[in-house]
């Protein structure tokens, strides 16, 4: 039952408590996008898309939104914005001109004048046609050249998979062809085979397309054409842009002032199964000549390319280390014309994970991880200061944003941006950041008009910190149920730990559909974030200190947390203490499963964690990352594989678990869950699997409710006040001192 907001306090009284974050209201909560700034700064685009459990449908809403003048910024405005509605469902939606939205529907393109009268904007009609596009297209982007009304020209730039005749128009037809086949029969004479959640499909790759755009004038209308043909910038070459599987555009920019695209991509000359090393490339918008190649040698991945507003200079970030994911990130300022590269904050103890130039091209902003915040920072670029030695450790550095979770940040060239920021208790808002004043206003309110509205969230979660492996600061969240009172001992709470992936990863202030901390302590659990050794945001020692210690400092950090809260909460009861995690986080849970012997953990969820290590590098889609990890190759380095298996300790094995798998999993294949599954079955412990079809996470909003029923249930009845003990009896014991658990020596057994 729903608690009308309308109604005064005291008639809600105990009897009707306020609805809290139940699974339900988190899948239909609105997904929103990041915010698009005009060219001029007028308005904002803002794509919101919904589930409707009732209906089961999915839909999108394309909405517009006035942007504060600087004047306005000055008055301290506290309005919010009114979303106007543009169109339903439209994906790729970007600005063609100050004042027209463009958008696609179904491989169709479509413009609209945003500039009329609102009351003649219906969002059931698509807009005026600009052309089919013949494959599906990702990832757009546009070098604007038309000024305002009347004639005029764009060039867009898009990504679509083609093969190697690198022709657009041929992909569907060569699919459908083949389709029958290929669902029979793969043939691989190369890794990768599958990467991320899908079959590769050799000689077929990404690639970047340009098309201009001509506007013509008939009478008092005008309108968009496609002139020509979409030309493919990287024909001919093995390039494949944007990078899959999470390429998008970001991973390219163009400049209409350079008349370039510079964009990441892998090199070619390497395996990308073994290896992380991107190049930095550009090439003619116009497509007249070869990709050039930017960036030599033995480096890591790049990413982020941004060219300045005048396109005289191209910054990127880039990774020292081939092989290694998870390398921090340094900036890199290079020179078009004298062809100079400097790298900037090279001291800098943080790893940005994007960056975009402010309008005047004179800094950059930079967004990235630091201590569970996702900020924004402003580097002076063109101050001579900044490439001085003194400043290579971010003295420079200006904080513009430091709390919450910036997710996206879109210049507005004439001065200012729009910052797009969710935080641990509500999706993305949009927000205008004043460039003089750095005064961040807040444009929408995304909870007002949805079912997040008046739900009791609880207490604000808030960050803690406690003594972790060699005696370090470690860091944690803390999210108390709806409820909680620390000071009434007469409440008694079960204890959630959750455990992130990577182990390259954090327990960010943003908001997230999958993994949402709110939602578990609205389930009533007292919930624990853990960011233990491997996490990042805190630096580069605490993250690399994961490398070849996967159950040891980590494993350390995860329980010195538990037992931390256990002494410093009386209301929180250390007989009701579980523990979940995926990926990284589900391998945890099974080293936990060999290394439970004080019985700390009474239930645990393991959701595509490895069983063993070994079996995982052989069958993983990117090799580079555990032969990283566990310093090797297993035939070379076996060591760190036995040392840090969780296969190895299964006569431990007495834990109640949910184990769950995805069919399309293949970073951690389905096996991994099944073997984990098998092995407590075997051994007669309270054991559940379930296996969804979706691959590393669980995506589609109906499994999605499905996973936190589950897993929340599976929690509760083993955190309950009874335990299911009699289950429990079923379980074989095995004498703990027959096998080894010792996670600090190189003790192994040995065939
Ligand atoms: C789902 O759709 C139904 C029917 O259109 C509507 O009544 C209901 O409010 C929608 N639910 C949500 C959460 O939007
Ligand atoms: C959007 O798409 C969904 C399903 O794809 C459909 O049910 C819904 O009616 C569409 N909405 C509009 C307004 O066209
Ligand atoms: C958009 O509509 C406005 C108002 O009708 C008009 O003045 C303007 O010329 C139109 N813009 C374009 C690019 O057609
Ligand atoms: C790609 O290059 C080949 C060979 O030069 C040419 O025949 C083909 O038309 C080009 N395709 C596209 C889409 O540009
Ligand atoms: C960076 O180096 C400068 C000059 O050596 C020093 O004054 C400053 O305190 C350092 N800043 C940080 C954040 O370490
Ligand atoms: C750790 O937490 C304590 C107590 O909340 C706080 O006073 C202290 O500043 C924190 N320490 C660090 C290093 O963050």
């Known amino acids: 039952m729903r608690t009308s907001v309308l109604l005064p306090a005291l008639t809600l009284a105990a009897s009707v408590a306020a609805k809290t974050l139940d699974p339900l209201s988190l899948i239909q909560a609105p997904r929103p996008g990041v915010g698009i700034a005009s060219p001029t700064g007028h308005a904002a685009l803002w794509a919101i898309r919904s589930w409707n459990q009732s209906t089961l449908t999915r839909s999108s809403t394309l909405y517009a939104l006035h942007l504060p003048t600087h004047?306005?910024?000055?008055?301290?405005?506290?309005?919010?914005?009114?979303?106007?509605?543009?169109?339903?469902?439209?994906?790729?939606?970007?600005?063609?001109?100050?004042?027209?939205?463009?958008?696609?529907?179904?491989?169709?393109?479509?413009?609209?004048?945003?500039?009329?009268?609102?009351?003649y904007i219906d969002p059931r009609d698509p807009g005026a046609r600009v052309g089919h596009l013949p494959a599906e297209v990702t990832s757009l982007r546009v070098a604007r050249t038309a000024k305002g009304q009347g004639e005029g020209t764009a060039t867009l730039v898009f990504s679509a998979e083609v093969y190697e005749d690198g022709s657009l128009s041929d992909v569907k037809a060569r699919d459908d062809a083949e389709a029958e086949e290929w669902s029979r029969v793969k043939s691989y004479e190369n890794v990768p085979i599958r990467h991320w959640n899908k079959w590769l499909k050799p000689g077929k790759r990404s690639q970047l397309f340009s098309l201009d755009l001509t506007r013509n004038k008939k009478g008092y209308e005008t309108s968009w054409l496609?002139?020509?043909?979409?030309?493919?910038?990287?024909?001919?070459?093995?390039?494949?842009?944007?990078?899959?599987?999470?390429?998008?555009e970001s991973d390219y920019a163009v400049s209409a002032e350079a008349g370039l695209v510079a964009f990441t991509a892998k090199d070619p000359a390497v395996n990308a199964a073994w290896h992380t090393r991107q190049h930095i490339y550009t090439v003619p918008l116009d497509g007249s000549e070869a990709p050039r190649q930017i960036t030599q040698g033995d480096i890591g991945a790049t990413s982020s390319p941004e060219f300045s507003p005048d396109g005289n200079h191209l910054a990127w970030l880039q990774m020292a280390r081939d092989g290694f994911e998870s390398d921090v990130r340094v900036v890199q300022l290079h020179n078009l014309e004298t062809k100079e590269t400097e790298q900037l904050l090279t001291q800098w103890d943080r790893s940005p994970s994007s960056l975009s130039f402010a309008p005047d091209g004179e800094n950059l902003y930079l967004v990235g991880e630091d201590r569970e915040q996702i900020k924004l920072w402003r580097l002076p670029v063109l101050d001579k200061r900044t490439q001085s030695e003194a400043s290579q450790n971010g003295s420079t550095l200006e904080t513009v944003i430091r709390a919450g979770g910036v997710g996206f940040i879109d210049t507005i060239p004439g001065g200012g941006a729009v910052i797009t920021k969710s935080s641990m208790r509500s999706p993305a808002d949009l927000f205008y950041l004043s460039e003089k004043s750095d005064?961040?206003?807040r444009l929408t309110d995304i909870t007002k008009n949805s079912l997040l509205h008046g739900l009791d969230l609880g207490p604000e979660p808030y960050r803690f910190n406690y003594t972790g492996a060699e005696g370090r600061t470690t860091y944690g969240w803390i999210i108390p149920p709806p409820g909680y009172d620390r000071y009434d001992k007469s409440q008694s709470?079960?204890?959630?730990?959750?455990?992130?992936?990577?182990?390259?990863?954090?327990?960010?202030?943003?908001?997230?559909?999958?993994?949402?901390?709110?939602?578990?302590?609205?389930?009533?659990?007292?919930?624990?974030?853990?960011?233990?050794?491997?996490?990042?945001?805190?630096?580069?020692?605490?993250?690399?200190?994961?490398?070849?210690?996967?159950?040891?400092?980590?494993?350390y950090d995860i329980r010195a947390g538990v037992h931390h809260i256990l002494q410093t909460f009386d209301n929180v009861d250390a007989e009701r203490v579980v523990a979940a995690g995926?990926?990284?986080?589900?391998?945890?849970?099974?080293?936990?499963?060999?290394?439970?012997?004080?019985?700390?953990?009474?239930?645990?969820?393991?959701?595509?964690?490895?069983?063993?290590?070994?079996?995982?590098?052989?069958?993983?889609?990117?090799?580079?990352?555990?032969?990283?990890?566990?310093?090797?190759?297993?035939?070379?380095a076996r060591e760190g594989y036995e040392r840090w298996n969780p296969e190895r300790f299964t006569g431990n094995w007495n834990t109640p678990q949910l184990t769950i798998a995805g069919r399309d999993d293949f970073r951690l294949p389905e096996s991994e869950g099944i073997s984990v599954f098998n092995t407590l079955q075997r051994r007669g412990v309270p054991s559940k699997l379930l296996v969804f079809q979706e691959g590393h996470w669980v995506v589609d909003e109906r499994n999605s409710l499905r996973w936190y029923t589950e897993v929340i249930d599976w929690l509760k009845k083993y955190s309950a006040e009874q335990a299911p003990e009699s289950e429990l009896l079923m379980a074989e014991t095995v004498d703990a001192a027959e096998v080894d658990d010792s996670s600090s020596g190189l003790l192994f057994q040995q065939q």
């Open 71 to 119: 004047h306005d910024a000055a008055e301290q405005s506290s309005e919010l914005e009114e979303l106007v509605p543009v169109v339903h469902n439209a994906t790729s939606a970007f600005w063609i001109s100050p004042e027209e939205a463009a958008y696609i529907i179904e491989d169709v393109m479509y413009v609209k004048n945003l500039s009329i009268s609102q009351q």
């Open 226 to 248: 496609f002139a020509g043909e979409p030309k493919n910038l990287l024909n001919g070459t093995r390039l494949e842009a944007p990078v899959p599987p999470f390429g998008d």
């Open 439 to 441: 005064k961040l206003i």
């Open 493 to 555: 709470w079960p204890l959630l730990t959750l455990i992130h992936g990577g182990p390259e990863g954090s327990w960010e202030n943003n908001w997230n559909v999958r993994w949402n901390p709110e939602t578990f302590a609205a389930a009533g659990f007292f919930t624990i974030a853990l960011d233990p050794a491997g996490s990042t945001g805190f630096g580069k020692k605490h993250q690399e200190d994961i490398l070849g210690s996967w159950g040891g400092r980590a494993f």
């Open 582 to 636: 995926a990926s990284f986080g589900g391998y945890s849970i099974n080293w936990i499963q060999g290394h439970n012997e004080d019985g700390l953990f009474k239930g645990l969820v393991s959701h595509d964690g490895v069983f063993s290590t070994l079996a995982t590098f052989y069958s993983t889609d990117e090799l580079y990352f555990p032969e990283f990890e566990f310093g090797g190759v297993p035939w070379i």
